[in-house]
């Protein structure tokens, strides 16, 4: 007897954020399976896909979004019900990754809990992880499988292409997002400036203090670049520093809107005129303060997933610009 293999894509959804799952599922022209998750009565999740899975290259996508660690156990229980339905391969699609703030130790006796919540996938059973914007680059080395790391930059790169003025600079909000700044001016064509920040010793980790810029900024619309919006700290200090040093305008353009505690009150304060950030997160619509606008990412994750499927180059529908 000889058998022909057929391969199939299965595409899942948690709970975190249906839409964005639902607008991939367009985008590669696929249904969104059934995995009816449930809560038992004590909070117990339950998960129990609607039909045979066997042998499947399953996709399963789940933002880590607030509340964080009830996504990233729904996750969890998701990737561990395929693998005991037998799936073929299981692959995470975790388009904001959470932890990946706590990704070192910046003092004594603290976790590092990206590298836990890499274990936790690969325990439940995930062969390959897939994310954007990653908080760093090392995070891709916490996992023993492949990870692909997409990037946001087209979106964006076309977004500013549409709408910034000449004479824009991009702005890196701290020493640690000038790589990622230098290849926005440089896809641009524009100049690029650094705003160099601390945090006060002793002090809670939002607060942010902006110290100097180093750059050519007077005149001219700034656009400060950064991978996530937390609290808004980094970039709201930024925005205010850039002013007293003559900008006539500023943007704020990350990937991941967290906008978390005060950061609504601090953008609504700052002064930003836009806030560009793409729909990793859900937002709901009485969190779309006027500044806001927010671009869909759906499309890169859906060619990311076609290409994982077809075992083709992820890296190059960013042309090799996807590594940090």
């Given at each position: 007897m000889q058998l022909t293999p057929t391969r199939r894509l299965e595409l899942v959804s948690g709970r975190a954020y249906p839409a964005l799952a639902e607008e991939i599922a367009a985008c590669l022209d696929v249904e969104l399976g059934e995995t009816n998750l449930r809560e038992f009565p004590d909070s117990e999740l339950h998960c129990r896909y609607g039909s045979s899975i066997r042998g499947v290259d399953l996709f399963i996508v789940q933002t880590h979004a607030a509340p964080v660690n009830d996504s990233i156990m729904e996750m969890l229980i998701m990737i561990d019900a395929a693998k005991r339905a037998s799936a073929k391969r299981i692959t995470a699609v975790c388009p904001y990754y959470g932890y990946s703030r706590q990704d070192r130790k910046s003092t004594g006796r603290e976790p590092i809990t990206a590298?836990?919540?890499?274990?936790?996938?690969?325990?439940?059973?995930?062969?390959?992880?897939?994310?954007?914007?990653?908080?760093?680059?090392?995070?891709?080395?916490?996992f023993d499988g492949p990870v692909d790391h997409l990037t946001a930059a087209p979106v964006l790169v076309d977004y500013l292409r549409r709408e910034a003025t000449d004479g824009a600079v991009i702005v890196a909000p701290d020493a640690g997002r000038v790589k990622v700044a230098e290849r926005f001016s440089q896809q641009l064509g524009t100049d690029l400036a650094l705003v160099h920040k601390r945090r006060p010793s002793g002090s809670r980790s939002e607060e942010v203090e902006a110290l100097h810029v180093v750059g050519s900024v007077a005149g001219r619309c700034c656009v400060v670049i950064d991978d996530m919006i937390g609290t808004a700290g980094t970039v709201c200090a930024a925005a205010e520093r850039l002013v007293e040093q003559g900008a006539t305008d500023?943007?704020?353009?990350?990937?991941?809107?967290?906008?978390?505690?005060?950061?609504?009150?601090?953008?609504?304060?700052?002064?930003?005129?836009r806030v560009v950030v793409t729909n990793t997160l859900p937002l709901p619509e009485e969190r779309r303060i006027d500044k806001i606008e927010v671009i869909s990412i759906a499309r890169i994750i859906a060619d990311a997933i076609d290409a994982v499927f077809e075992d083709t180059s992820v890296s190059e529908i960013f042309g090799g610009q996807n590594l940090l």
């Open positions: 590298k836990l919540v890499a274990d936790l996938l690969s325990a439940a059973g995930a062969d390959r992880i897939v994310s954007v914007d990653l908080h760093s680059g090392q995070i891709q080395g916490f500023v943007w704020a353009m990350a990937t991941h809107a967290v906008l978390a505690g005060p950061a609504l009150d601090r953008l609504k304060a700052a002064p930003i005129s």
